[in-house]
């Protein structure tokens, strides 16, 4: 068990990165004027908020400016940050961060940023954060770099509504964070992680309490860019690669199921992913570039069904909440794992999915305009 002195050091560094947090973007708030304001279109028209008003969007750099602190906290306390791993993580957030900036403000061309996209796959790869899942390293470098990608562009596709994608990040750093705890590595290969995964926590909380509809504040593509590079990192460590992985990137022998890592991994993030997936689907059967931004995800056909805004945030935080518990039983609770155990989450996950996607086929009855 940890010593009662490092309970309450974590316990005490969380709630100060909290308040941290609300300080930092309340001083954002009241400063933006009209420098980092997200309005609800672009130049061509095309829909990229689910608001009407336009807001600041500065929650990102609150993000990352803790993120840093975490990186400090952690040298401070001697823990190990000067490894491959750990700088991978480092520059790769960073790149992710600057990438997003830009954007936010210049809007930048898609392929530009995809490019971008690409680099901070390939930082993580170079550095040895990467899925390890097939005999084929050839495979495994290809799903890694899909994943970073696909998550970069769900957590941005995510951000539609307000507090949907900070709820649902919160519960992929709460689950981290919890397993690194039950696993009982937080005291020896994983404790930056593990900081990082908490001070990232109070980050989002902090912001959640302006975000929250209706919101003051967006994150913007600042935050979620760099929140889909540091949570793909975060997933290909701790659900696709298992615990048992060394933080410091050094290879361990272990044994998990192929089955366990996908839906660990699914489960985690099946969120973003189900909505990607579903308006990538609806929109190239529309004859539609999937990447041009709309009022046609899960969030927004939720709310033509009758929920309130607020209303499909706790919908979003309620299922995150389940996949937490499930993705923990799974790595560490079901020690019994057979066909029947694959059978139960893959009907979970497939069920999710087909109820989330038949709501984008029913009529709409109030959209919004």
Request: charged share 10%.
């Amino acid at each position: 068990m940890p010593h009662i002195n490092e309970i309450l050091f974590q316990l005490s560094l969380f709630i100060v990165m909290i308040g941290f947090s609300i300080l930092i973007n309340g001083l954002f708030l009241n400063f933006s004027k009209t420098l980092g304001v997200r309005s609800n279109t672009i130049d061509d028209g095309t829909i990229i908020r689910w608001g009407s008003t336009s807001k600041p969007a500065f929650g990102g750099i609150s993000f990352y400016i803790l993120f840093l602190v975490s990186f400090v906290i952690a040298a401070f306390k001697h823990y190990e940050i000067a490894t491959a791993t750990t700088i991978g993580i480092l520059i790769a957030s960073s790149l992710g961060f600057m990438i997003g900036l830009a954007d936010d403000a210049y809007n930048t061309k898609p392929l530009l940023k995809f490019l971008g996209q690409l680099l901070c796959a390939i930082i993580l790869v170079l550095t040895g954060t990467t899925i390890d899942l097939f005999d084929n390293q050839i495979l495994n470098i290809a799903l890694t770099i899909f994943w970073v990608v696909g998550m970069m562009n769900s957590i941005n596709m995510l951000d539609n509504m307000d507090a949907i994608t900070t709820s649902v990040s919160i519960f992929i750093c709460l689950t981290a964070a919890v397993l690194i705890l039950i696993d009982g590595n937080l005291f020896a290969s994983q404790k930056t992680l593990f900081i990082i995964c908490i001070v990232q926590v109070a980050a989002l909380i902090g912001f959640l309490y302006f975000n929250w509809n209706p919101s003051r504040m967006y994150m913007g593509d600042t935050g979620s860019q760099f929140l889909g590079v540091l949570l793909a990192a975060i997933g290909i460590i701790l659900f696709w690669n298992g615990t048992d992985q060394n933080w410091n990137g050094v290879d361990q022998h272990y044994e998990i199921a192929f089955s366990k890592k996908v839906l660990a991994a699914l489960l985690v993030f099946i969120l973003p992913i189900i909505d990607t997936t579903t308006v990538t689907i609806n929109r190239l059967m529309r004859g539609q570039s999937p990447f041009v931004g709309g009022k046609d995800h899960t969030t927004h056909h939720l709310s033509y069904a009758g929920l309130t805004d607020r209303h499909v945030a706790i919908v979003f935080c309620i299922i995150s909440a389940i996949s937490l518990v499930m993705a923990i039983a799974i790595l560490h609770f079901i020690n019994n794992w057979n066909y029947i155990t694959i059978a139960l989450f893959s009907t979970y996950c497939i069920l999710l999915f087909s109820i989330l996607f038949y709501l984008t086929k029913r009529k709409k009855k109030d959209e919004k305009k």
